[in-house]
């Protein structure tokens, strides 16, 4: 499944990258492994926190529609 949509916040070459979903996993590169990635609703609620391993986090509790990824000072927005 690809994202159906990303839109870059900072359009700068290390820019946090959202990828795909493969599976469960959204893959996000230019992002170090460790680094904590923060999932909120469209309304800014957050609804996720976790550890990226391996280029990818765990979205498989997420329902279809628009989120916001952040991870350090970067942030993207993607739909499910």
Known sequence: ????SVV?????PNALKLDSVV??????????????????????????????ENG????DNLSKGMYIVRVGKNTQKFML
């Open 1 to 4: 499944v690809k994202i159906s």
């Open 8 to 12: 870059n916040s900072v359009n700068t």
């Open 23 to 52: 599976g469960n996993d959204l893959q996000i590169k230019n992002v170090a492994n460790g680094a904590t990635v923060e999932i909120f609703s469209a309304l800014g609620s957050k609804v996720q926190t976790s550890v990226l």
């Open 56 to 59: 990818k986090v765990s979205v």
